[in-house]
């Protein structure tokens, strides 16, 4: 069965550059959820978007942003990058309506340097 | 917010014997509770979740029971092998029944099984 798709799978950058992930949910899913999730951490949510709308915000810093286009796919953007965002970033995705099982990409590993 | 919390964070089993790993959530409003699998270097994967209207659901080997009185819930895997060892987390969420989203879902701090042969 097709999976969550996220590029690039690992990311090296300096300090106050910007980054940005993408994902790419399971077919006919049309919700969006980011995670970030620091060494030895649990997921913590960042933000989702259901119809292209966000529907709810976490602990997202005010230095990145994400939007999701009408094929459903998901940018999340970061700038000014600080040594503290090197972390693995999640992407899951669901169908609202269905039954909300969240499911989760492989991650894109960001390094920050 | 939500606050979840999980235990043990360590559990060490003996192949083929159980293991339980037990969470608790502190927001009425979640109804939703899902657990996940995490092998080192890949995404969670989702093995089993229930709703706050089903008091237990099983799926094999695996699982889970929800308490809403006392706002807590529990994995169960039986018969052990090796390949269950990693790291587990459990979480809480509220789904939108009316549309529009969900929320996020708020973690614990995972528990790391060990399957010892």
């Known amino acids: 069965a097709a999976g969550v798709i996220q590029s690039p799978r690992h990311l090296i950058k300096e300090k106050r550059e910007t980054a940005t992930l993408k994902c790419y949910p399971i077919p006919r899913h049309d919700t969006v959820y980011w995670y970030q999730q620091g060494p030895g951490q649990d997921p913590q949510f960042l933000i989702s978007?259901?119809?292209?709308?966000?529907?709810d915000k976490g602990s997202i810093p005010d230095r990145f942003s994400a939007q999701q286009f009408s094929d459903y796919h998901s940018e999340l953007n970061m700038s000014s990058l600080e040594l503290g965002d090197s972390a693995l970033y999640f992407c899951?995705?669901?169908?609202?309506?269905?039954?909300?099982?969240?499911?989760f990409g492989p991650g894109t590993r960001l390094t920050v340097t | 917010g939500e606050n979840v919390e999980q235990h043990p964070s360590t559990l060490s089993v003996q192949e083929g014997d159980s293991a339980v790993i037990k969470c608790t959530y502190s927001d009425s409003a979640s109804n939703y509770f899902p657990w996940y699998k995490q092998e080192l270097g890949k995404g969670p994967q989702l093995i089993i979740d229930i709703r706050s209207n089903v008091g237990e659901k099983k799926d094999q080997r695996i699982a889970v029971t929800l308490n809403k009185t006392a706002k807590h819930f529990s994995l169960h895997i039986t018969e052990t092998q090796p390949e269950d060892s990693a790291v587990y987390f459990c979480a809480a969420g509220a789904t939108m029944y009316s549309g529009g989203g969900a929320d996020g879902l708020t973690f614990g701090k995972g528990t790391h099984l060990i399957i010892q042969p």
């Open positions: 899951a995705s669901s169908l609202e309506g269905d039954s909300y099982e969240q499911y």
């Open positions: 978007f259901y119809e292209k709308m966000q529907s």
